[in-house]
C-alpha cells in the first residue's frame, strides 16, 4: 500500500480525478465521482480539487488516460500543492508506476481508498483478517512501487542486482503473509460454522438486512432489536456482521443479521475477502433490501446490491424492497417512488412509520416448520415444559391446578414430545339434534 497517510505530516492534500468512458452511462462519471469525494474525506484527506475527464475512445495502456492529459493533471497537482492524485477508476500496477514516476507524488486508485477505509473501520478479528488479506492481495505486484529507487541496480547476470534480490524478499514475505492470513481466517470461518449450526439446531427463522453502504442498516437493527451497534452517518460505519433477536409481532423469534454495506465498483478481492461475513447472506431465509429513498442515485444502488448479491449466490433469496429514510422526501417525490415501485415498503426508521407494516411482511417470510399449539402439561412433567422452551416459542405460561399451560409454537419433528398434552381446540356449537357431550372442554384464558 502507498504510504500517503503519513500521520507526521500536516494533512494530506488530495486532487480527485474522474472519469467518464464511452461504455457507461450519460452522467454515471459524474455520479461516481461526488462519491468518490465522501470516500476520500472518510480516510481524512482535505481535497484541493476534483475533475472528471471524458474518455472519447478506449483506455490507454501507459497512464489509462492520454499522456497530455496525464501531464495537465500532474501540473496542476502540483500547483495546488496536493500531495496525492487520486483516480476513480481501477489502476493496473504498471499504470500506477507510470503515475508515481511521472509525478513524483502518490497515486491511488478508488480501491485503494476503499481498503483504507475498511482497514481504519474493521474491529473484530474476522474483519481484521480479511481486511488485512485484501490490502496484502493488493499490494503485492505493487511492491515495486516501494523499491523504485533500487530497480535501476539490477544487473545483467542471472542471480539480479540487490534492489532486485529485496524486492524477492519483500514479494516472499508478503506471499507467505498470504498464506498465513488465509489459514487464520479459514480458521474463523469454521467457529462462525459451528456457531451457525448450533443456532440452526432450534428452528429459529432468519433475516440479513442488505444494502448500500449507509442506507441505515445498523440504525434498523438497533430500532427493531434494541442493539447498541454503532449506526453513523458516514460510509462503511459497520464492517462486521451483528445477529440479535426480534421478537414478531405473533411471539415467534426472527434472527436479524446487519451486513457490511455495499458499494459501486466494490473491489473484488474484498467481495472474496469478506465471503465470511457475507455467508450470512447466503444463509438467510429472507433478505430485507434496505435504500436510501432520499438518495438521488438510489436506483444505481439497488442494481449495485443485486449485482454483488449475484456474485455471493444469493440472487435468489426472497427479498423484501424496503425504501428508508422517506420523512427526507416531499409528497410529491414519496408518491413517485411509490408509483415506480409498487411491491415495495416505504419505512422511516428515524420516525418509525411502516415500520408494524415491515414486521408483518416479516412474519409473512419467516417461515419455520413449526405449528401453533395450546398445551396443558402435568406437573410432573417440567422435563417437557423446560425442553419446549428449549426449541420452541413459548408466547404464554401459565400455572394452574392440574398443570403447566404454554401457548406457543413448536417444532414439528418434536410433535411427539408435546402433542399428548395439546387442549383440545375450542368446540363448534353443536347442531340441533347432536349432542356435545363427551367433548373436552376449552381452557380459559
Known amino acids: 500500500m502507498s504510504n500517503f497517510l503519513d500521520p507526521k505530516k500536516p494533512t494530506t492534500r488530495a486532487l480527485l480525478v474522474g472519469v467518464q468512458t464511452p461504455d457507461m452511462k450519460p452522467g454515471e462519471g459524474a455520479e461516481l465521482l461526488t462519491e468518490l469525494v ?10 484541493t480539487h476534483s475533475t472528471l475527464i471524458n474518455l472519447r475512445d478506449r483506455q490507454q495502456p501507459k497512464f489509462l488516460i492520454g499522456t497530455g492529459k496525464a501531464a495537465e493533471l500532474i501540473a496542476q497537482a502540483k ?10 477508476e481501477e489502476l493496473s500496477p504498471a499504470q500506477q508506476r507510470n503515475w508515481e514516476t511521472e509525478s513524483g507524488l502518490a497515486v491511488i486508485d478508488r480501491q485503494e ?66 498464506t498465513k492470513l488465509k489459514a487464520e481466517l479459514a480458521q474463523v ?44 452517518d458516514k460510509l462503511f460505519a459497520t464492517l462486521d456482521p451483528t445477529t440479535r433477536q426480534l421478537t414478531l409481532p405473533d411471539g415467534r423469534t426472527l434472527l436479524l443479521t446487519d451486513t457490511v454495506g455495499f458499494i459501486r465498483r466494490l473491489p473484488h478481492r474484498l467481495v472474496e475477502a469478506f465471503k465470511a461475513t457475507l455467508e450470512e447472506v447466503v444463509v438467510a ?15 444505481q444502488h439497488h442494481a449495485t446490491t443485486m449485482a454483488v448479491l449475484g456474485e455471493l449466490g444469493a440472487a435468489d433469496r426472497p427479498t423484501l424492497t424496503v425504501f428508508n429514510k422517506t420523512d427526507l422526501l416531499d409528497a410529491h417525490a414519496l408518491a413517485h417512488l411509490r408509483a415506480r415501485h409498487p411491491e415495495a415498503l416505504f419505512i422511516s426508521v428515524h420516525t418509525g412509520a411502516g415500520l408494524a407494516d415491515l414486521l408483518r411482511e416479516c412474519e409473512a417470510l419467516a417461515t419455520d416448520d413449526t405449528v401453533a399449539a395450546d398445551l396443558l402439561i402435568p406437573h410432573n412433567r417440567y422435563d417437557v415444559v423446560a425442553k419446549l422452551h428449549h426449541v420452541g416459542h413459548v408466547r404464554q405460561q401459565e400455572s394452574l391446578d392440574d398443570g403447566t399451560r404454554l401457548t406457543g409454537r413448536f417444532p414439528k419433528k418434536f410433535a411427539a414430545l408435546y402433542e399428548p398434552f395439546v387442549v383440545t381446540p375450542p368446540a363448534k356449537p353443536a347442531r340441533k339434534g347432536k349432542s356435545a357431550k363427551g367433548r373436552k372442554a376449552p381452557l380459559r384464558s
Open 79 to 88: 500547483a495546488e500543492g496536493a500531495d496525492v492524485i487520486v483516480i476513480d
Open 113 to 178: 481508498v476503499i481498503l483504507e477505509i475498511f482497514a481504519d473501520r474493521a474491529q473484530t478479528r474476522e474483519a481484521v483478517l480479511q481486511v488485512a488479506l485484501a490490502r496484502m492481495e493488493y499490494s503485492l505486484p505493487r511492491l515495486t512501487r516501494a523499491w523504485s529507487h533500487l530497480s535501476r541496480q539490477r544487473s545483467s547476470g542471472g542471480m539480479g542486482g540487490e534492489g532486485e534480490t529485496q524486492l524477492e524478499q519483500d514479494r516472499r514475505l508478503v506471499r507467505n503473509r498470504i
Open 189 to 232: 470461518t469454521s467457529q462462525r460454522a459451528t456457531q451457525r449450526r448450533r443456532r440452526q439446531r432450534t428452528p429459529v427463522p432468519t433475516a440479513a438486512i442488505v444494502g448500500y453502504t449507509n442506507a441505515g442498516k445498523s440504525t434498523l437493527l438497533n430500532k427493531l432489536t434494541g442493539a447498541q451497534v454503532l449506526a453513523a
Open 285 to 299: 431465509d429472507f433478505l430485507i433490501h434496505l435504500l436510501d429513498a432520499s438518495n438521488p442515485n438510489v436506483d
Open 38 to 47: 465522501e470516500l476520500v474525506e472518510n480516510i481524512g484527506l482535505a481535497i
